[in-house]
């Protein structure tokens, strides 16, 4: 079964906006991650956090995690049309166990 | 420039062929991940493994095996193709404890 649940699962804004995405996961955690996929391509990992950490920034992107309520957030600020993407989040727990993903949000950043 | 590389883009099988799907690593990493994705479920784990010989199944492995002889290359099997194994497969690496995940371009198959 699948761990993480984004939400909303479609996003569509407009340039300089920013976008939340939420998801929700359910059993503990060692760490949180989220990832941008292009259509049609691979995968690209854009920020880990820890579960012992609350919050981490990477140039506009900011992740909190709340490991009480088994649920992180992604925020793009200033977001631009090149963050056109679909966006999963995917939980690992201990060493030898798997990368769980979510079913994603699909953002649209319309000029 | 680290690499995962899937062996083919596209791919076109007919039902009941074996099917062998290969994923090559370059950055020594001891994850490696087998995943297909469908419109509206996300991406589902088929099979991973922690380390060279070792397999653990994942959500959805019915219909499919695996082989790591070596830590590099982690091989998915699709026994007898069917048309529902028509999808996107996406292999993955990683290196424990907090590394993020490196991904293949994907495997487009199409199983007619």
């Known amino acids: 079964s699948q761990q993480g649940e984004e939400d909303p699962q479609a996003l569509s804004i407009q340039e300089g906006e920013n976008a939340t995405m939420n998801c929700s996961y359910k059993?503990?955690?060692?760490?949180l991650q989220w990832y941008r996929q292009n259509s049609g391509r691979g995968l690209v990992h854009l920020i880990l956090i820890r579960s012992n950490e609350r919050e981490k920034h990477s140039g506009r992107l900011r992740v909190t995690l709340d490991t009480s309520k088994k649920s992180s957030s992604l925020l793009i600020t200033a977001s631009r049309a090149a963050d056109t993407a679909s966006y999963f989040c995917a939980t690992a727990g201990q060493a030898g166990t798997a990368l769980i993903f979510g079913k994603g949000t699909t953002l649209s950043v319309s000029s | 420039d680290v690499k995962v590389t899937q062996s083919s883009r596209y791919l076109v099988k007919r039902t009941g062929e074996k099917v062998f799907l290969e994923c090559v690593q370059d950055m020594d990493h001891e994850n490696m991940f087998w995943y297909r994705q469908d419109p509206g479920l996300g991406l589902r784990l088929i099979y991973f493994?922690?380390?060279?010989?070792?397999?653990e199944k994942g959500d959805i492995p019915e219909g499919y095996s695996v082989s790591r002889e070596k830590k590099e290359r982690f091989s998915l099997i699709l026994e007898s193709a069917s048309t529902n194994q028509t999808s996107m497969y996406l292999c993955a690496s990683s290196s424990p404890p907090d590394r993020g995940a490196f991904f293949g371009q994907g495997t487009r198959l199409t199983v007619v």
């Open positions: 493994s922690y380390d060279v010989k070792m397999k």
């Open positions: 059993t503990s955690i060692n760490n």
